[in-house]
């Protein structure tokens, strides 16, 4: 005789935003979930009537950990709305911008976020109270290590703001980032300031961010086996490395039905039949869609909507991109992962596509990504120049429509924008949170991350921390 | 040098009485910074050698009738710097006049503005206070829950930068961080019946935090933040079982001070500040506004310690009446945002010589033309700098406006003059 009950998660913490998981165990086992984002703001109203310049600081307001990627995205959408091009310096400029906040985010969402998933901070708020069976497995030594690191963590990720700042002014909530390229050029100092904090940066990534992630995976070799989901991966492309945007550190792609396929952006749907949204509005690609919420519609139960790529929900983020790509490992990644893991890997996909869309394979993934961006961004800080123009002015148009892709720290991140009398007249937003943690669409099919739910042990019903650690593997 | 546009004496006066309209509307009061700066310049040329740029070099904050003058020694300042200006040197590099360490809240309207703000807040109190800053109200470590409203994390991200005193030791050592959505370990119903059972604990002895505007449209329900007993609890739900209770509230960013971009035109929800959320459903707990999108995490920090500071040294009545009185009419205080963004502004002698930048990569001239809001604002940021002191707004590009009520909607577009 089986057992089912209902188990409900809410808040998720040590995320961004507000998400509530529902999930029926049976066994011990995960059968069904639910995920809910409990939170609306409405930017795609807001925006509306605004200057479309304003764009870049608005819609930054969506998210206080990846604001430069809402600053690049809405940026760009009005770049191909005006027909402009961003200087060469300014592409470089904006990369290490964007380098350095994917190293905050990454450093903080490891350490900060995520890490408490293994590692028992010091017996005091916010570390206690937790979970009575919390499932560490680390030994007091590894422990007390990842708790220093924990603390060393928090200096290192603000040392990333400082570079975003050096070039962006503040963070979060740069200024630096504005449709026309970046505010200022940078000058000689802020460049060898740069410099000199991304080697702190680049030498905790090595010795420490990367070395731990395979540390904790290898007492976790059971979690590298857990949330496969529909294990579907997309990229929309980010950190471009040329002036015209044809090649990118991350190009462009999407993986599902086990096969690679070319990104097209017209394959995109978001569907509403379990979002508090207008029905009528379902099932429409970005630049006709329009945002009427309904926080009464019965059958619905989350605020997110639900993105669809050629009719299949795509989990996006590190492990997506770098699965995409088939990035190659680090090397010091390459060494643990025979050490530790007993895998021989040059490239990401000898891990396996199991291990890949695991809890743990996401969580490395992420941490490889960042040596990857530390690599990339080793190489701007030679072509970034104090003399090259940065920013290239032009006229708002009466009217056009723009849209632009990049990758949030988190994922995918796509700006629409339509402009008539000089003023933005739609405004659509598809942020990578929406991608992962997804209600169902309207043909029932669930969201990347409900579906990652399916299956997950959760002997303890009174502590069920795996649901937890497979939502936090993704960065929502 | 400059490629800065020069304008016509008469176009110039045109900004300049605007703009000073404008300052005077905001509460500014002129303080004579810039008149003060451009003398010791006249007097003491030796700074010329310090390639003192106007985005960090030498500067003087507003402090009533005591000036002080720090100078931020860069490594090709040369070790005599210190030598020749009679400046003392600090352990950080920064030059400044000796000052007094042993500091009184009394000091704090003067320290704040003063010479602590190249330093974070941990200066402006004597080692000693912030050791009794630890059990100020119940002989443990207060109490304070951080509630997530319609926001972005942004604030709770700014804190994390919060550097003298680094937020481990905030974490650590000054606060009992018993509800924290982004950073606690413990999750779903037990970690919100923990926070009402703190709250229990501590009946009127604990402080809430609120990040986020919040709404009571639809039953709350724009903003879940988690479930107890098979109970939706929304933040405005949350808010008004738990504020009352509270010693204070700080409302922390432009959301939660004042609606900021979660309220602004075209926004469907009915999200409004803590302010107008507390007047609306008669709760007289006191609210302190730490706007900003986000707040530097100075006045986030330097805020906290200083509520806590005076309810320990004057109990809960009295000191939180002091920390009223430190309000302006927006319910800021003002050692953070008292003085005029404008007047304190580094590039205030190109606005007064009529020199205005064109383009936004040309820093040569004051950026009035592109837009900048400072005239407007009432924040210490080109003083007190951000991130480590290594940027700010308008040295980058344009100042938005992001500490006024009115922001984003009296402050935008942000790139025109308004
Ligand atoms: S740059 Fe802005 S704040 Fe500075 S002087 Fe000019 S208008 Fe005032
Ligand atoms: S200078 Fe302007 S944009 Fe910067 S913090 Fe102050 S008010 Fe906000
Ligand atoms: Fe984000």
């Known amino acids: 005789m089986s057992q089912t009950m209902s188990i ?131 030994d007091a030594a590894t422990n007390a290590v990842g708790v220093d690191e924990y603390l060393e963590a928090l200096n290192v990720r603000r040392t990333c703001h400082e570079m975003v700042a050096l070039l962006g002014g503040r963070m979060p909530h740069l200024h630096g980032i504005l449709a026309g390229g970046a505010a200022a050029i940078p000058t000689q100092a802020q460049i060898r300031d740069y410099a000199e904090r991304f080697r702190v940066v680049r030498r905790f990534v090595e010795e420490k961010y990367l070395p731990i992630t395979y540390l904790v995976t290898s007492k976790y070799r059971d979690l590298g086996d857990t949330a496969r989901g529909y294990a579907t991966a997309l990229c929309m492309g980010v950190f471009p490395l040329d002036d015209e945007g044809g090649e990118f550190l991350f190009n462009p792609g999407a993986y599902y039905e086990g096969k690679d396929h070319p990104f097209d952006p017209m394959k995109i749907r978001e569907y509403m039949k379990y979002s508090w949204f207008d029905d009528a509005t379902s099932g429409r690609m970005f630049s006709e869609e329009e945002t009427v919420v309904d926080v009464n519609k019965a059958g619905a139960y989350s605020f997110s909507k639900a993105p669809r790529y050629d009719g299949h929900a795509m989990e996006v983020g590190p492990h997506a991109r770098m699965w995409v790509n088939n990035t190659e490992l680090s090397p010091i990644g390459r060494k643990l992962a025979k050490e530790l893991l007993g895998v021989d890997a040059a490239r990401i996909r000898d891990l396996g596509e199991n291990f890949v869309f695991s809890i743990m394979g996401r969580h490395l993934a992420r941490a490889e990504e960042a040596w990857q961006v530390v690599r990339m961004v080793e190489k701007w800080l030679g072509e970034i120049s104090p003399d090259g123009e940065t920013f290239a002015e032009f006229e708002v148009p009466e009217s056009g429509e723009g849209f632009a892709f990049t990758e949030a720290p988190r994922g995918c991140l796509l700006h629409y924008m339509r402009v008539r009398d000089h003023k933005v007249d739609n405004y659509q937003i598809l942020p990578a949170t929406l991608w992962n943690c997804c209600p169902r669409d309207d043909m029932g099919q669930r969201g990347p991350v409900e579906e990652a739910l399916i299956g997950v042990p959760v002997p303890d019903a009174s502590s069920p921390v795996n649901v937890g650690r497979v939502i936090r593997a993704f960065d929502p | 040098m400059r490629s800065g546009r020069k304008v016509t004496r008469s176009g110039a006066f045109g900004r300049r009485s605007r703009a000073k309209a404008h300052a005077a509307r905001a509460g500014a009061k002129p303080c004579g910074t810039h008149s003060a700066i451009s003398t010791i310049l006249q007097q003491r040329p030796f700074f010329n050698d310090w390639q003192i740029s106007p985005g960090y070099g030498i500067y003087a904050p507003l402090s009533g009738l005591e000036l002080k003058i720090h100078a931020e020694a860069r490594p090709f300042h040369g070790p005599d710097a210190a030598k020749t200006t009679g400046l003392q040197c600090r352990p950080n590099g920064i030059f400044c006049k000796e000052q007094s360490m042993s500091l009184s809240r009394r000091d704090f309207v003067k320290l704040c503005t003063g010479t602590a703000a190249g330093y974070g807040v941990s200066r402006m109190f004597h080692p000693a206070v912030r050791e009794a800053l630890a059990g100020t109200l119940t002989g443990e470590l207060p109490p304070v829950f951080w509630l997530q409203g319609q926001g972005c994390t942004g604030c709770s991200v700014s804190i994390l930068n919060s550097m003298h005193p680094a937020i481990a030791e905030v974490l650590l050592k000054i606060i009992s961080l018993d509800f924290h959505p982004t950073i606690m370990a413990d999750e779903g119903a037990p970690a919100i019946e923990f926070m009402r059972r703190r709250a229990r604990e501590n009946d009127g002895g604990f402080f809430i935090v609120v990040e986020g505007a919040v709404s009571d449209l639809e039953g709350g329900r724009y903003c879940v933040i988690g479930e107890s007993g098979h109970e939706e609890i929304t933040m405005s739900s949350m808010l008004k079982e738990l504020a009352p209770h509270a010693a204070a509230v700080l409302a922390v960013g432009a959301c939660a001070a004042y609606g900021g971009v979660s309220a602004a035109r075209g926004a469907v929800t009915g999200a409004m500040g803590v302010g107008a959320f507390f007047g609306k459903h008669g709760i007289a707990t006191p609210v302190v506004n730490i706007p900003g999108c986000p707040p530097h995490p100075d006045w986030m920090v330097g805020t906290l310690l200083v509520a806590l500071d005076a309810v320990k040294r004057d109990g809960l009545e009295k000191g939180l009446a002091s920390v009223v009185a430190l309000l302006d009419e927006d319910g800021r205080p003002k050692p953070f945002y008292g003085a005029n963004t404008h007047e304190n502004c580094p590039y205030l002698y190109l606005f007064d010589e009529g020199v205005f930048s064109e383009k936004m990569t040309d820093k040569s001239g004051c950026r009035y033309d592109l837009g900048c809001k400072g005239p407007f604002a009432m924040c210490d940021s080109p003083v007190r700098r951000w991130n480590g002191r290594v940027n700010w707004c308008v040295e980058n590009a344009v100042c938005i406006g992001c500490v006024q009520p009115d922001f984003p909607d009296g402050q935008s577009p942000f790139y025109e003059q308004r």
Request: overall charge neutral.
């Open chain 1, 8 to 138: 409900a998660v809410d808040p998720v913490t040590r995320i961004e935003g507000h998400l509530k998981a529902e999930v029926k165990v049976e066994d011990g086992k995960v059968v069904d979930a639910r995920l809910t984002g409990g939170m609306y703001r409405g930017f795609e109203t807001i925006m509306k009537g605004r200057d479309p310049r304003d764009a870049s600081q608005i819609t930054q307001r969506i998210c206080g950990v990846c604001p430069v990627s809402h600053a690049l995205a809405s940026s760009m959408a009005l770049e191909k709305t005006a027909g402009i091009t961003v200087p060469h310096n300014g592409r470089i400029a904006r990369n290490l911008m964007q380098g350095a906040n994917y190293l905050q985010s990454h450093i903080l969402h490891f350490y900060h976020l995520a890490g408490q998933d293994f590692i028992q901070g010091p017996d005091a708020s916010p570390f206690m109270p937790r979970y009575a069976e919390p499932d560490l497995r680390l």
